[in-house]
């Protein structure tokens, strides 16, 4: 059975939730004005308070640690857990999630590092405690992270549904211990971490729907 695109349109917004198409609308319209804010001043008198913050909580002892969880959930450490997750999705044959994960992830990368950043080309923090290059708003790190890990904990929550809240909460410190060792580090300013996971949810939010029309469209087929 061929569904014209005039249907596909109609699946994939229904596969959105109204109230969560709202949220995405919400966050888009504050993701753009932070980014006007920022391209005409990069410098937010709120970022230069809050970055001081992580290191007034924990001592110097620490920076190992934020150190290697940063390279661990970077762009190299990331791509190696996508690639394996990948294989293990092709393994088990689940095609459709391997192809949403693997779009949406390589998505994500265009979208950040080659349109958004040199748009709006805003600096990093001075006194990196870790080797960064690039721009900074939005981080591609807090970004990507929060696509992958909760896409990944949406399939698990699906597989094992009484573990659902650890699956989330368990997704959802490591997120936000993510955000906060690229703070910690200063290889971000914290409205980078909270644009980009704000970018992160939209982009999860349209992964989602994805999947779900993916999978509906091929019960389609079968039938």
């Given at each position: 059975?061929?569904?014209?695109?005039?249907?596909?349109?109609?699946?994939?917004?229904?596969?959105?939730?109204?109230?969560?198409?709202?949220?995405?609308?919400a966050?888009?319209?504050?993701?753009?004005?932070?980014?006007?804010?920022?391209?005409?001043?990069?410098?937010?008198?709120?970022?230069?308070?809050?970055?001081?913050?992580?290191?007034?909580?924990?001592?110097?002892?620490?920076?190992?640690?934020?150190?290697?969880?940063?390279?661990?959930?970077?762009?190299?450490?990331?791509?190696?857990?996508?690639?394996?997750?990948?294989?293990?999705?092709?393994?088990?044959?689940?095609?459709?999630?391997?192809?949403?994960?693997?779009?949406?992830?390589?998505?994500?990368?265009?979208?950040?590092?080659?349109?958004?950043?040199?748009?709006?080309?805003?600096?990093?923090?001075l006194?990196?405690?870790?080797?960064?290059?690039?721009?900074?708003?939005?981080?591609?790190?807090?970004?990507?992270?929060?696509?992958?890990?909760?896409?990944?904990?949406?399939?698990?929550?699906?597989?094992?549904?009484?573990?659902?809240?650890?699956?989330?909460?368990?997704?959802?410190?490591?997120?936000?211990?993510?955000?906060?060792?690229?703070?910690?580090?200063?290889?971000?300013?914290?409205?980078?971490?909270?644009?980009?996971?704000?970018?992160?949810?939209?982009?999860?939010?349209?992964?989602?729907?994805?999947?779900?029309?993916?999978?509906?469209?091929?019960?389609?087929?079968e039938?």
């Amino acid at each position: 059975m061929r569904l014209t695109l005039t249907h596909q349109l109609i699946a994939f917004k229904k596969a959105i939730p109204q109230r969560q198409l709202w949220i995405c609308l919400a966050i888009l319209c504050a993701f753009i004005l932070l980014s006007i804010r920022v391209s005409v001043n990069e410098n937010l008198a709120l970022d230069q308070i809050l970055i001081q913050v992580p290191h007034q909580i924990f001592p110097d002892s620490w920076d190992d640690f934020f150190r290697f969880f940063y390279l661990l959930t970077g762009v190299k450490g990331t791509a190696v857990i996508v690639a394996l997750t990948l294989v293990f999705l092709a393994w088990k044959r689940y095609w459709i999630e391997a192809k949403v994960l693997a779009f949406s992830t390589l998505g994500i990368l265009i979208l950040v590092d080659r349109i958004l950043k040199p748009m709006i080309e805003r600096s990093r923090p001075l006194d990196r405690l870790v080797k960064s290059v690039g721009r900074s708003f939005p981080s591609g790190h807090a970004t990507g992270n929060i696509l992958f890990y909760f896409l990944i904990a949406y399939l698990l929550a699906e597989r094992y549904p009484k573990s659902t809240p650890y699956i989330y909460g368990f997704a959802t410190i490591w997120l936000i211990i993510i955000g906060f060792s690229s703070v910690y580090l200063r290889c971000h300013w914290p409205s980078d971490i909270l644009a980009g996971y704000g970018l992160g949810y939209i982009c999860l939010t349209i992964s989602l729907a994805w999947l779900k029309v993916s999978r509906e469209n091929q019960k389609l087929r079968e039938s």
